[in-house]
């Protein structure tokens, strides 16, 4: 028991040099102040389980939060992302979906914040995607967007990421029109919930995702080992944005299958994802550059 928890500290301390941070503790936030609508009553606390592989998986989350990660202010490009770790609305999959993704993001320039979103598939749950699980993902844009002077970003420039189910619920979050409320009292709801940008990676349910040409640019990519329906669904997805002429680009991983994240050990092609997803923010100006 004592070399696993010291095997597993040290793969810790391995990714967080290897993504360029230091091993801190990030700081994490309420999405909502007081209860979250929804959840009212609700008292079961947050689980935890730890993989053989030392992954922590989330679920019975009642009290939905956002952990900051922030690039180094001298390196900051003032551009932000949201993340939605996957796991088939049923627990979220928070270090190689979730947590690597935004220490990689902010050793790259870029702040990334990891959402703990209601679930909606949960054995007994009364939440739904489109309602709960969707107001947290807006919440997490909103409460990015009213810090954005006191953590350096640049308002327009805050975008969504989701892998499998938390692609479905980035695209209902990137592709239906949302408005703030600047009358609220609550400073959060007056910002804009609407992301810049989505990043959809293997995202679940694509046939449900319909693209308008309010839709933000989307950034879409999938292993091509993938079930059939989400590597030929996002192909269909990629359609639809060009049709309507939405940006969008798309990228399919000879020999990936489902769920490769970023993981530490994995040295295939398809780790290599995020230096593209990079190279499309920089490309559609979303780093700071002239469009």
Request: hydrophobic share 40%; with cysteine; charged share 25%.
């Amino acid at each position: 028991m004592k070399f696993r928890t010291f095997s597993r500290w040290c793969l810790f301390f391995a990714l967080a040099v290897s993504c360029g941070v230091a091993a801190d503790e990030p700081h994490v936030l309420p999405l909502w102040t007081g209860v979250a609508p929804g959840s009212e009553a609700k008292m079961a606390p947050e689980k935890v389980r730890v993989t053989n592989e030392g992954e922590h998986v989330a679920s019975s989350i009642h009290q939905p939060s956002l952990t900051v990660y922030l690039p180094p202010v001298a390196e900051a490009t003032g551009a932000a992302v949201v993340i939605l770790p996957g796991g088939g609305h049923r627990e979220l999959w928070m270090d190689h979906e979730g947590y690597n993704v935004g220490r990689w993001l902010a050793a790259h320039g870029i702040a990334g914040f990891v959402v703990k979103y209601r679930l909606a598939r949960e054995e007994a749950s009364t939440y739904k995607v489109d309602q709960e699980s969707l107001a947290d993902a807006h919440r997490a844009i909103q409460l990015v967007r009213s810090r954005a002077a006191e953590w350096k970003l640049d308002p327009a420039r805050v975008g969504i990421i989701g892998f499998s189910a938390g692609g479905e619920l980035a695209a209902l979050a990137g592709m239906n029109s949302a408005a703030g409320k600047p009358d609220s009292a609550d400073p959060v709801e007056q910002q804009n919930p609407r992301p810049a940008f989505q990043a959809l990676i293997y995202p679940g349910n694509t046939r449900a995702m319909k693209v308008t040409k309010d839709s933000a640019p989307a950034f879409l990519l999938c292993g091509y080992d993938d079930r059939r329906d989400i590597s030929e669904g996002i192909a269909r997805l990629y359609l639809q944005f060009r049709e309507l002429d939405v940006p969008a680009e798309l990228h399919v991983y000879t020999g990936a299958a489902h769920g490769f994240g970023v993981r530490p050990r994995n040295l295939s092609p398809s780790s290599k994802w995020p230096e593209r997803f990079r190279e499309w923010l920089d490309d559609r100006g979303f780093l700071g550059n002239e469009r």
